[in-house]
C-alpha cells in the first residue's frame, strides 16, 4: 500500500500571505494601460514628425512604456499564479501551500524561526517570514525551492542575509508575506513553535531576497541530461 501523503491538522491555522487580487489587478491593469497609452503616443510622434530621420525620443517613450505593459502583465501573472498560495501552521511544522502543491517543513527540522521586516520608501514595510533549517536544505525541492536563500557573499549586505544569530545557518527558507498577515504569521510561531521564536528583527533595506530561478532550471535541465544518458 503505497505511503499516505500527510496532512495539517483539521485545526491548523491558515495565512494568506499574498496580497488580495482586487487590490493587485486593478494596479496591474491601470499600468497596462497607461503603457499602452503611452506607446500609442510616442508611435504617433514617431509618425507624425516629418523630419527625417524620426526624433529618437519618440523610440525611447516606446521603449519605455512597453516596459510599463511587460511590468503589469507580470504583475497579473504573478497575482494569478498565488491566487491560492497560504500558509499553515500546526503542532508538526509549517506547511506551505502554493496553490497546486504542498509541502512540509517539521518544527524538530529547524533551529530558529522569526519575522523580519524592512522599510520601502517612508511608509511601506516589507515582511518576511525567516525559516532556520537545522540541517541541508534541498534547494530544488519541487514545492519549497522558492522559498530557499542562499547565502552568497556577493548578496549579504545587498540582501542582509547575515542572520540573527551566531549559531544560524545562512543557508534558509523565506517567505515574503503581506503587512496585513504579519500578526498571524506571528501568532502562529508563537502557538506552535515559541522554542524557536527569534523575536521580530528589522533588516537592512532590500532584505526580501529573490529565488534562484536560473540556478534551479540549470540544475533541473542537467538532472534530466542525467537521466536520458
Known sequence: MPTPIPQPSPDALVV?????????????????????LGVAGAVSVIVGEQRRPPPAAGYVGVVLMLGFVALGMLALIATYKGRNARALFDGTGFWWDD??????????????AAVHWSRLGRGTKLYSLELYPRGPVDRDDPVL?????????HA???????????????????????????DAVMAGLRQHAP????????????????PDR???????????GQGQG
Not at 525551492?145 to 557573499?153: A, D, E, F, K, T
Request: proline share 10%.
Open 156 to 182: 549579504l549586505q545587498a540582501q542582509g542575509e547575515d542572520p540573527p544569530g551566531p549559531d544560524l545557518p545562512r543557508v534558509r527558507y523565506q517567505l515574503p508575506f503581506r503587512a496585513g498577515a504579519r
Open 16 to 36: 494568506r500571505t499574498t496580497n488580495s487580487a482586487s487590490l493587485a489587478v486593478p494596479i496591474a491593469l491601470v499600468v497596462i494601460a497607461v503603457g499602452l
Open 99 to 112: 496553490g497546486t502543491a504542498r509541502a512540509l517543513i517539521p518544527w524538530d527540522g529547524l533551529t530558529g
Open 195 to 210: 522554542a524557536l521564536w527569534l523575536g521580530e528583527l528589522r533588516r537592512p533595506a532590500g532584505h526580501i531576497g529573490r
Open 145 to 153: 525551492w522558492p522559498l530557499v536563500r542562499w547565502g552568497h557573499p
Open 214 to 224: 536560473r540556478g534551479h532550471r540549470t540544475r533541473m535541465q542537467a538532472r534530466q
